[in-house]
């Protein structure tokens, strides 16, 4: 694709490293679809046919391709239960909302595109559940060939387990054939938790009337397709069945593949739930369902829209990977395009009850728990830089919530529940007590991200609409922030740590960014309290943290250190709390402790947070800098054993997985930009 060449041609401009970034064939895994928690498929190997494809915990879901050219049977994607060759994957290659794997074999070349248009921009566009697989096929050896392309999706796709019973049927869509599956128990916002698939929704094979294809619900049909080149003439009707034993739906397209010219086809990969998430008892559509849309009309829609989707996502990645390749160069930008996906596809995006749009993560692989506000806060770089209105749709269900006289605490809350029914804290002491809450955390996580918000956005419409919440927050770390309690931060799975220097950073700058929305909404009395309070506590910081040529990990630690990652926040809205030497002097320090595959995020333990490496890199004011701090993070990419969806939590020296993956907090890694273009930089 144009794509390719593009990057291709502007990596010549830049360092060899750059070039070994527009080429890299190897990632931790490979996003094939990417939309919410439930509808997440990906590669978790080198090569597509090197294992089946599986959801982002980790279970299979196969999807299985096959390609006979000439007569002779290969395979592009899935492992076979038989003998059939796998076509040679000559390259991969993933920008921000493609995948493109190109294939060669009997002398044909298959390129393979997943598009995901996740725009950020176009909520629209964003909120529709389709996917769509375009295949490019031409000939290697300039000669005509006959090809018959086997696309076959198991009905796993669309179930939580595989011994889930289902049903298949077909219907006729807008002049498409659409093969369909879903769960007999059909079991709507029944369940919540952290692994786990759909008990909800059916799985869609769009195919366009144009493509001229045979599809199938048949048993046996990639057997029957690598013996003949055909499928089965009649649909299986032997259910509901248990989803491992059930029917693939199939799709099968006959090309005459001329010498020099390349035959392109396309399907659309769907996934439709009636409800998306309970929030407060009320149980919310999907965005795209919001004006009572029905699958037909929006299956219709996205097919007819395929060209126009199909540019506008080709120029949105062109012109983001220049973007993000000036930014920070080529690891920065490997690491970008691989968290662009994975971040939007850990929420669930649905309707309020006036229509409006609300945003919810889920912590996967963490407790499962939705709407974290300390996920939310590493996060929201990726969306204050492409669109601050789905911050805000995040943002709203916690305040709401907060609002409450349920919600009795002077701080913020830590969650809404566990995905994906949002009806309240469940994390440590919930509603209860204050046990295991992270006060100083969470309420310095709210201040800073709408302050940031409101810059980005030009106005101070939400806090002026949460005002009084605001104000007891702000109030809570005045009396808690400098010296914190023995609480937890957003690395809990450290524990609890009392003088924590990094956590009264966040709180000194919280206080400050308050001060920035006072002075907005008009309250100059509070305005210069709590800028004049801000000030007077980074005074006492610096006393209370120095230790020689660098910062205590806590105040009353000798020979400690941690990443002062929260001190970006000071860069990023301006506020000047601390002074330079600060920074620069942990700066320079990080640098005698890094390790193979990145930077420790403290000196109890070789493990790290990505997202923060990221944060504490982009304090730097030059760019040697900077790159000494990302550049193992490439090394980290190519070397690391765990092969998942990008975890932020590993370990420097060996590169293994401590835990979490698939999470939406590595849109942190866009913080660089962010940095770079500022607030309300559009």
């Known amino acids: 694709m144009a794509i390719k060449t593009f990057v291709a041609a502007l990596a010549a401009l830049l360092p060899l490293s750059a070039a070994a970034f527009a080429q890299n064939e190897r990632n931790p895994a490979t996003p094939l679809i990417a939309f919410d928690p439930y509808f997440s498929v990906w590669s978790m190997a080198d090569h597509l046919?090197?294992?089946?494809?599986?959801?982002?915990?980790?279970?299979?879901?196969?999807?299985?391709?096959?390609?006979?050219?000439?007569?002779?049977?290969y395979r592009?994607?899935?492992?076979?239960?038989?003998?059939?060759?796998?076509?040679?994957?000559?390259?991969?290659?993933?920008?921000?909302?493609?995948?493109?794997?190109?294939?060669?074999?009997?002398?044909?070349?298959?390129?393979a595109i997943f598009l995901s248009p996740s725009l950020p921009n176009d909520l629209e566009l964003l909120a529709r559940p389709v996917t769509y697989l375009t295949w490019q096929i031409s000939a290697t050896d300039s000669k005509p060939h006959a090809v018959e392309l086997y696309l076959g999706v198991d009905t796993r796709i669309a179930v939580d387990s595989p011994d889930q019973q289902v049903t298949w049927h077909r219907a006729r869509v807008g002049g498409m054939d659409v093969l369909s599956a879903g769960s007999v128990e059909q079991r709507a916002l029944a369940r919540a938790g952290d692994n786990l698939r759909a008990d909800w929704g059916y799985f869609?094979?769009?195919?366009?009337?144009?493509?001229?294809?045979?599809?199938?619900?048949?048993?046996?049909?990639?057997?029957?397709?690598?013996?003949?080149?055909?499928?089965?003439q009649d649909d299986d009707l032997d259910q509901p069945r248990a989803a491992d034993r059930s029917p693939q739906l199939a799709v099968e397209m006959k090309l005459q593949v001329p010498a020099s010219q390349t035959v392109e086809r396309h399907v659309g990969l769907a996934f439709t739930q009636p409800l998306a998430i309970e929030y407060l008892n009320r149980r919310l559509k999907p965005y795209w369902a919001r004006d009572g849309k029905t699958p037909q009309a929006m299956l219709t829609q996205a097919m007819q829209e395929y060209a126009a989707v199909a540019k506008r996502s080709k120029d949105f990645d062109e012109k983001l990977t220049a973007k993000l390749l000036k930014d920070g160069g080529p690891v920065y930008a490997r690491l970008a395009t691989l968290a662009f996906r994975q971040t939007l596809a850990a929420n669930g995006l649905a309707a309020d009850l006036d229509g409006s749009p609300l945003q919810f993560p889920k912590e996967n692989f963490s407790n499962g728990c939705i709407a974290t506000v300390d996920v939310l806060y590493p996060s929201s770089p990726f969306f204050l830089y492409f669109n601050p209105a789905l911050l805000e749709a995040q943002l709203k269900p916690v305040m709401e919530y907060a609002a409450l006289s349920r919600w009795k605490f002077p701080f913020a809350p830590h969650d809404l529940g566990t995905y994906p029914l949002a009806n309240g804290q469940v994390y440590g002491g919930g509603e209860r007590t204050e046990d295991d809450q992270m006060p100083v955390e969470e309420s310095g996580n709210m201040l800073l991200m709408i302050a940031a918000m409101g810059r980005a956005q030009g106005d101070w419409h939400f806090a002026k609409q949460y005002w009084p919440l605001l104000v007891k927050w702000a109030a809570y770390l005045k009396d808690k922030g400098l010296d914190p309690e023995n609480q937890l931060s957003t690395d809990d799975f450290a524990g609890h740590l009392a003088h924590n220097a990094n956590l009264s950073i966040k709180a000194i700058d919280a206080l400050g960014a308050f001060a920035e929305m006072a002075k907005g909404v008009g309250d100059d009395r509070l305005a210069k309290e709590y800028a004049g309070l801000a000030a007077e506590m980074a005074k006492k910081w610096s006393d209370l943290a120095r230790e020689g040529d660098h910062y205590k990990l806590a105040f009353d630690a000798a020979n400690t250190w941690s990443q002062k990652y929260n001190l970006v926040w000071d860069d990023l809205l301006g506020l000047k709390l601390f002074p330079a030497s600060v920074k620069n002097t942990e700066l320079a320090f990080y640098k005698t402790k890094l390790n193979q595959y990145g930077l420790p995020l403290d000196s109890r333990r070789d493990y790290t947070k990505l997202d923060w490496e990221l944060?504490?890199?982009?304090?730097?004011?030059?760019?040697?800098?900077?790159?000494?701090?990302?550049?193992?993070?490439?090394?980290?990419?190519?070397?690391?054993?765990?092969?998942?969806?990008?975890?932020?939590?590993y370990d420097t020296k060996t590169g293994k997985q401590e835990?979490?993956?698939?999470?939406?907090?590595?849109?942190?890694?866009?913080?660089?930009?962010?940095r770079q273009s500022g607030l309300g930089h559009r």
């Open 49 to 73: 046919t090197d294992q089946n494809t599986r959801h982002w915990t980790g279970t299979e879901m196969p999807m299985r391709g096959y390609l006979r050219v000439d007569g002779n049977a």
């Open 76 to 111: 592009w994607m899935g492992r076979s239960p038989g003998s059939v060759a796998a076509m040679e994957q000559k390259a991969l290659h993933v920008t921000p909302t493609q995948t493109e794997y190109t294939f060669e074999g009997g002398g044909v070349r298959l390129q």
């Open 659 to 674: 835990g979490f993956q698939a999470r939406s907090v590595v849109g942190g890694i866009f913080i660089k930009s962010l």
């Open 204 to 232: 869609h094979l769009a195919v366009p009337a144009e493509t001229q294809a045979i599809t199938s619900i048949g048993a046996d049909s990639a057997a029957v397709f690598l013996k003949s080149g055909n499928l089965p």
């Open 615 to 649: 944060w504490t890199a982009t304090l730097a004011d030059d760019d040697v800098t900077f790159h000494t701090l990302v550049d193992p993070l490439g090394k980290w990419l190519d070397e690391t054993p765990t092969r998942v969806p990008l975890t932020d939590w």
